[in-house]
């Protein structure tokens, strides 16, 4: 039986920075990883599945966009946004991306598991109920078996997962629900900035001054404000 190998989503990301960083100038690391089960974690193998859950009403949720069409640009040249050459361009480009992207998968899947081909549906949005459906059904294989399961998930990844979660952030920063970044407004403890940042889903609070990049966990970041409070709490009795 293989040994399990990390797995290639974003669970590891700090882990894989603090790899990299550790190759290049021999800066150790206490970051442990995530191992695959036996490829994705089952945390990543979730996120997944309820990313693609959402993908439907993310998709009627860009339409929208279109149906109320595209704000006016703002005068003068500093400050001007680009504006799409016909109201509901962007919808409507971003749609047909998701969307066939959806579908080029589960093309792919069928072929790769011998299965039937893909039923012709009617409507864009029976499209998309379908192939999430599908999708959902082959999810864990896919994740374990297509030939491109164990690639580090990132913005041009085939893996299946990866691609999943591509769709669910362009949905969610068009339709402007993406999770922001947490500012924690206190100084780093290596370079003391104010650039201490956690985004939503990851384990570790990270220092995003790129010469610094100190990686804290939570209880480490709890140590960090309770002395920086008491450090301010003897100043002030001084």
Request: charged share 25%; net charge negative; hydrophobic share 35%.
């Amino acid at each position: 039986m293989p040994a399990p190998a990390p797995c290639p989503g974003p669970c590891n990301n700090a882990w894989r920075r603090a790899e990299a960083a550790q190759a290049a100038d021999g800066t150790t690391h206490d970051i442990p990883a995530t191992w695959g089960q036996p490829v994705h974690c089952q945390r990543c193998t979730g996120r997944a599945h309820a990313q693609l859950a959402e993908l439907p009403e993310l998709v009627v949720a860009i339409g929208l966009e279109a149906v109320h069409g595209t704000p006016a640009k703002t005068t003068g040249t500093i400050g001007r946004i680009h504006i799409p050459a016909w109201p509901g361009q962007a919808s409507r480009l971003l749609t047909d991306h998701i969307v066939g992207g959806m579908l080029e998968l589960e093309d792919d899947l069928r072929e790769l598991r011998r299965l039937s081909r893909r039923p012709g549906r009617g409507t864009e949005g029976r499209d998309v109920t379908g192939a999430v459906r599908f999708l959902d059904a082959h999810l864990d294989w896919a994740l374990t078996e297509h030939p491109l399961a164990d690639e580090v998930h990132a913005p041009m990844s085939g893996n299946p997962a990866a691609q999943i979660a591509g769709w669910h952030r362009a949905a969610l920063r068009f339709t402007r629900r993406d999770p922001r970044l947490e500012h924690h407004r206190v100084p780093c403890p290596r370079c003391e900035l104010l650039t201490l940042f956690r985004a939503d889903g990851d384990d570790y609070i990270e220092c995003r001054n790129i010469n610094c990049q100190t990686l804290l966990t939570p209880g480490e970041y709890l140590e960090h404000t309770e002395k920086l409070a008491a450090e301010y709490k003897m100043q002030d009795a001084a």
